[in-house]
T-cell receptor, first 113, second 116 residues
Framework: AQSVTQPDIHITVSEGASLELRCNYS??????LFWYVQSPGQGLQLLLK??????LVQGIKGFEAEFKRSQSSFNLRKPSVHWSDAAEYFC???????????FGAGTILRVKS | NAGVTQTPKFQVLKTGQSMTLQCAQD?????MYWYRQDPGMGLRLIYY???????DKGEVPNGYNVSRLNKREFSLRLESAAPSQTSVYFC???????????????FGPGTRLTVT
């Protein structure tokens, strides 16, 4: 069965600092991986996805993520955080063939000025 | 395009009352989903519909029923609400094309439900 672990429930970073949010997955075959962002009171918006190919994927809003098969990780990064990045971030995994995703518990990002 | 819409945005129920949450998408997607979001637990799948005419249980289906009314609409019904069903409910849709490959999901704005 698939599972996703986001080890950090809360993270606080200063505006302008770099950010890395961790995601570890458990899946026996090739995973398809997603990062979503949820602003307060809103639905989830896709930031980026990894299906195959280049292990470093670029997303919207200046985010990127790197797939590391050896570490079963898909960490999300941003070089310089803006106050508007404060939100909750979810990592999700799905099989290559199928129509269900499994979501992690989320990481709440706080940005201090 | 409105994307995925949900009604109502907020609802307060008393224990034992029933209600239906409505969801519609205008992206001609095949698959639709209902999730609940609780603090520290992420999103948990309640029910999903892979295509028009089919529905299947997800991780936490007890206490809920669904109807895929047509390709656009997927409703979630609580027959006898309980305080444990206090949550934020999200509807999502996905293209899920003929290839069968997994695809991203598009989410509605959510319904915040409180059961007292």
């Amino acid at each position: 069965a698939q599972s996703v672990t986001q080890p950090d429930i809360h993270i606080t970073v200063s505006e302008g600092a770099s950010l890395e949010l961790r995601c570890n997955y458990s899946y026996g075959a090739t995973p398809y991986l997603f990062w979503y962002v949820q602003s307060p009171g809103q639905g989830l918006q896709l930031l980026l996805k990894y299906f195959s190919g280049d292990t470093l994927v670029q997303g919207i809003k200046g985010f990127e993520a790197e797939f590391k098969r050896s570490q079963s990780s898909f960490n999300l990064r941003k070089p310089s955080v803006h106050w508007s990045d404060a939100a909750e971030y979810f990592c999700a995994v799905g099989p290559e063939y199928g129509n269900k995703l499994v979501f992690g518990a989320g990481t709440i990002l706080r940005v201090k000025s | 395009n409105a994307g995925v819409t949900q009604t109502p945005k907020f609802q307060v129920l008393k224990t034992g009352q029933s209600m239906t949450l409505q969801c519609a998408q205008d992206m001609n997607h095949n698959s639709m989903y209902w999730y609940r979001q609780d603090p520290g637990m992420g999103l948990r799948l309640i029910y999903y519909s892979a295509s028009e005419g089919t529905t299947d249980k997800g991780e936490v289906p007890n206490g809920y029923n669904v109807s895929r009314l047509n390709k656009r609409e997927f409703s979630l019904r609580l027959e006898s609400a309980a305080p444990s069903q206090t949550s934020v409910y999200f509807c999502a849709s996905s293209p899920y094309r003929m290839t069968g490959k997994v695809d991203e999901q598009y989410f509605g704005p959510g319904t915040r439900l409180t059961v007292t």
